[in-house]
């Protein structure tokens, strides 16, 4: 009689957790679109991490990039705003329960045409949240048109070329009050899932702005979203390597060659010099290397600002720690008295 063979045991994560379980719906964005590759780092990073699904909101707004988180967290919560709404929408959800743990993602027309005001203001007040742009610098879903990010003479498939500066999203967040803002490429795996990490271990706005070409409408020659222009054109600050708290790693450097950012949850960034030093908590380097790399047709990627200790809305706020939308209605209203009260003090 033969042994039943018995099959290996299913790898899970540090809470317990299948790899599956942080996947979502197939996708239905083009084959190769960029946004596909984010969402596989989205999956990796929040697996590595071990992040409680339940514990998790996505939001987004509309467009090609928009409909990602439908592909990632299939059990997690989550609201599909109209279109460049999600950060107030992002704003509400947090205050109603700043325990959830917020990823918002956007599109570059999403949220820097029709959702810039909102943008800034999200930044300004440094809401907790992951707040990743999935920057092809055109409108994908509505076929292709030029984005705010599209630069200056660059080309859309039919030759015609754009008449107007780029709005450069992490130079706007950081000037704005975001406490972590980063540049990467979706086809640069260990970078990206590298920051997404640092992302979630950050209290206070994470920023991505993530070049994700789209194969359909802005990979051709003439355009600067393109993979090929990318590429060649990706000059990373440093070289990022993300230690967890709950992971007690000495990572080895040569003296001088690194620097190590803490985050707020005790996990560790740490910077391997590339080039000339950077200072990812200098707001005016920072907001240097992004005007000077761009003059030069070139994309800084990395961790370009951070600030850990700054205080986020919540704090600034000074919100009970019991999420708002779970108290009883006796501590959020106040009862006739007390009205009385404040009415007698104004007569
Ligand atoms: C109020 C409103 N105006 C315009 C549109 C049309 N529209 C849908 S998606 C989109 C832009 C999407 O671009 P982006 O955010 O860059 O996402 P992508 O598809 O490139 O990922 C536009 C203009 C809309 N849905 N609603
Ligand atoms: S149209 Fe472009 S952005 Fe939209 S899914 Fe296809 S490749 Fe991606
Ligand atoms: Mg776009």
Known sequence: MSAVATPPPKKVNRIGLEVATYR???TTLCAGCGHN???ERIIEAFYEMGVNPS???????????SKAPAYFLRTSHGFNAVHGRMPSVATGAVLANQHLLAIGVSGDGDTASIGIGQFVHLMRRNLPVIYIIEDNGCYGLTKGQFSPTADLGSKLKNGVANDLPPIDMCALAIELGASFVARSFSGDKKQLTALLKAALAHRGTAML???SPCVTFNDHEGSTK???YVKDHDEPVHDVTFVPSFEDITVEQEPGTAREVTLHDGSRIVLKTVGHDYDPTDKVGAMKQLMETARRGEYSTGLLYVEPDKDDFCSLLNLVDEPLAFLPIERT?????ALDEIMESLR
Request: with cysteine; charged share 20%.
């Open 24 to 26: 979502g719906a197939k």
């Open 37 to 39: 590759a984010i969402t």
């Open 55 to 65: 514990q998790v909101i996505k939001l987004s707004g509309i467009g090609c990039s």
């Open 209 to 211: 702005d993530v070049l």
């Open 226 to 228: 393109s993979y090929a």
């Open 333 to 337: 209203r106040p009862g006739k008295e």
